[in-house]
Structure formats: structure tokens, C-alpha cells
């Protein structure tokens, strides 16, 4: 049976995403501007989902203080309309955290996807998602004439609504346009980081990353049975509890995911090789004839006696610089550095030297060790 007092739920499920949310937006911030030293619109756009994220978290706090999760018997007659207020409250300051939520997460993807099919879906789903949310603000602001007669008809207050079916409908709407967003921004880096030049190891794991925005669907998709907790008025604070708690969780995990998905530099650092997808100190060697096909991103030019510096960039747009010369009349040497914000490559002919191995004519014996930064 039903407890008569639920609040006590909606109390640890608020603390919790606060908690959570926080830190790993902290450590976000911390991994853009210091490892990775690109702290781009979609962190800031970040930054004010969390703000509004926590303001929505306040205030329900004040809720539960005067009544959400309670039956009406449980709360003193003075109380019911402040309670009313801030559930009221929570609702615009939800829909700035879901505008710049969505926003970011846009922003990101739309930053590297390339193809021209994978920007346009984005920009149709991020604009529709965008005006929608809007739409619904005003409309959730606005449902009364004045605008506080949503509380104070339970001080006998008088005015007009919009019909209550107008208002579950535009609820409907808003939870399937959400699902929508967060699946489309789930699938479209699966096509993205499927043309990538890398591991299939290393793409799904970028791919998981990326398509974090699904999991917060979870909860928008829970949420939808219980739209139609919001005709019981008679019970509204009490009746309502289940929309608050998994909004809240819906809203976490968003901001959560979005924020977990920066993250692998940082846990590079800290964990090195035992990240997924990483590599440390790994030796490979290949020779490359004299007939074999070039390859995109790599340049090899021989000079007689000096050193040169070849700065190339290859299809991920990684910056490389080629020092090449000769050391003896038969051989080459050539040391290729490659950075990127996950790793660093370093190829040095010294070591296939220390290998036994001798380049053969018109050929590059190239090793490669991948360190760990």
C-alpha cells in the first residue's frame, strides 16, 4: 500500500542529481580548460542547464516543505497554496535547464558531424526541440488569468485557465519531441564516428560515449503514464509526485551523460592504459615499399644532408609535423609526432634498429609507440 507521504522519495532523488550533476560538471570544466584547452558554447550552454538544474532542485525542496508528495489531510490549510506555488515554480526553470541542455549537446555534435545529411537532421531536431520547449514555457506560465490563480484559487481567488486537457496534451507533446531529440542525438554519432579512421575497439567506445543522451529518455519515456496524475486535483501535490521525481531524473541524467561523455581525457590521466581504448608503450612495425600506396595524411621527402620539418594534417584533422634526414648514405630516419586531445604517437627509426631491422632499398621501416599522456 501507498504510502500517504511520498516526499521523502523526491528529497533523495533531488539530492542525489544535485551531487552527481555537480561534480560532473565541475570535472568537465576542469577537463576542458585545463587538459584539453577548448572550453567551447556548448560548455557554457552546460553550465546554465546545470545553474537552472539546481534552481529547479531548490525549489523543490521548498515544495516538499510545504506539501508536494503529501495527501491533503497531511498539510495545514496555509500551507496547500504555497505548496501549489513553487510546484508551479519548478516548471519554467525546468524548461530553461531542457533549452540549454539540448543545446549543448547540439552544438556538440553539430561541431563534428561533417556530413552535410548528419547537419541537417541535427539542426531540424535541435530548432524543433528548441521551439517546442518555448512553446510549452509560455504556455505552462501563461495556462492562467492572472497568473497566480493557480494557487490562489485555494484562497478563493477568481480568473480563468486554459481547459486542463489543452495543458496534458502540450505535456504529451513535449515528452515525445524529448525522446525524439535524445534518440536522434544517440544515433547520428553512431554515422559519425562509423567513417572515422580508428579501431572498431576505440570507435564503439566513442560511439557509447556520444550516444549517452538515450539513457535520459529512459525516464521521459517512464514519465508519460503518469501525464494524466495532473486531471487529479483534489490530490494535485500528492498525485503529482511521480511526474517530480522522474523529471528530476530525467533532467540529472542529462546533464549527467552530457557531462560524462568529455570526460575520457581526464581519465586518461588518471588511469592511463587501463581506459578503455587506450594504449601504452605499444611497438608495431610495417615496411612500406617503395610501390606501396600512399597514405592519407603522411608525406616522406628526403633531403641530402638537412633536417626537415613537413607540418601535414590528415582526415582527422591532426596536426603532424615530419622531421626527416639522413644519417648514414643508406638509411632513413624518420620521426612523425602526432597529437590530438587523446594521445600522442612517436615514430623513431632508432628503434627497429635496436629490432635488427634494416630498411630495404627505396622503402621506410616505420615503428610506431603510442604513449600515454
Aim: hydrophobic share 45%; proline share 3%; glycine share 8%.
Amino acid at each position: 500500500m501507498a504510502s500517504d507521504d511520498r516526499s521523502g522519495e523526491l528529497v533523495g532523488v533531488l539530492a542525489f542529481f544535485m551531487a552527481v550533476c555537480t561534480i560532473l560538471v565541475v570535472l568537465r570544466c576542469y577537463c576542458k580548460m585545463f587538459i584539453v584547452k577548448a572550453f567551447g558554447s556548448d560548455d557554457y550552454c552546460c553550465i546554465i542547464s546545470l545553474i537552472a538544474f539546481l534552481a529547479f532542485c531548490i525549489l523543490g525542496f521548498l515544495g516538499i516543505a510545504n506539501g508536494t508528495g503529501k495527501k491533503k489531510y497531511l498539510i495545514p490549510d496555509d500551507k496547500y497554496p504555497e505548496g501549489m506555488k513553487w510546484w508551479w515554480s519548478c516548471e519554467p526553470v525546468y524548461m530553461v535547464h531542457t533549452f540549454f541542455l539540448k543545446l549543448s549537446i547540439g552544438i556538440f555534435l553539430l561541431r563534428i558531424a561533417v556530413e552535410r545529411a548528419h547537419r541537417i537532421i541535427l539542426w531540424i531536431v535541435l530548432i524543433a526541440v528548441e521551439l517546442y520547449t518555448v512553446f510549452f514555457c509560455l504556455l505552462f506560465i501563461f495556462q492562467c488569468r492572472p497568473i497566480n490563480l493557480v494557487w490562489e484559487i485555494f484562497r478563493g481567488g477568481t480568473g480563468s485557465c486554459i481547459p486542463r486537457s489543452t495543458q496534458i496534451g502540450a505535456f504529451y507533446g513535449f515528452s515525445v519531441i524529448s525522446c525524439i531529440a535524445d534518440w536522434t542525438f544517440s544515433i547520428i554519432p553512431i554515422f559519425i564516428v562509423y567513417k572515422l579512421q580508428m579501431s572498431r575497439r576505440k570507435k564503439i567506445t566513442v560511439a557509447i560515449l556520444l550516444g549517452l543522451c538515450a539513457i535520459g529518455s529512459t525516464a521521459t519515456i517512464i514519465r508519460i503514464p503518469y501525464v494524466q496524475s495532473l486531471n487529479n486535483e483534489a490530490e494535485f501535490l500528492y498525485a503529482t509526485i511521480d511526474i517530480a521525481i522522474w523529471a528530476t531524473c530525467e533532467g540529472g541524467i542529462g546533464i549527467a551523460t552530457s557531462a560524462a561523455a568529455t570526460l575520457r581525457p581526464l581519465l586518461r590521466q588518471v588511469f592511463g592504459e587501463s581506459v578503455p581504448g587506450s594504449a601504452s608503450n605499444k611497438q608495431s612495425s610495417r615496411n612500406w615499399g617503395g610501390n606501396s600506396r600512399s597514405r592519407l595524411g603522411y608525406i616522406h621527402q628526403t633531403d641530402t644532408n638537412n633536417e626537415i620539418g613537413i607540418p601535414l594534417k590528415d582526415q582527422d584533422n591532426k596536426t603532424a609535423r615530419v622531421h626527416s634526414g639522413d644519417e648514414e648514405s643508406n638509411r632513413s630516419r624518420s620521426t612523425t609526432g602526432l597529437r590530438d586531445w587523446e594521445h600522442e604517437k612517436e615514430d623513431e627509426w632508432q628503434d627497429d634498429r635496436t629490432a635488427g631491422v634494416e630498411p630495404q632499398f627505396g622503402a621506410i621501416v616505420k615503428t610506431t609507440r603510442i604513449t600515454q599522456q
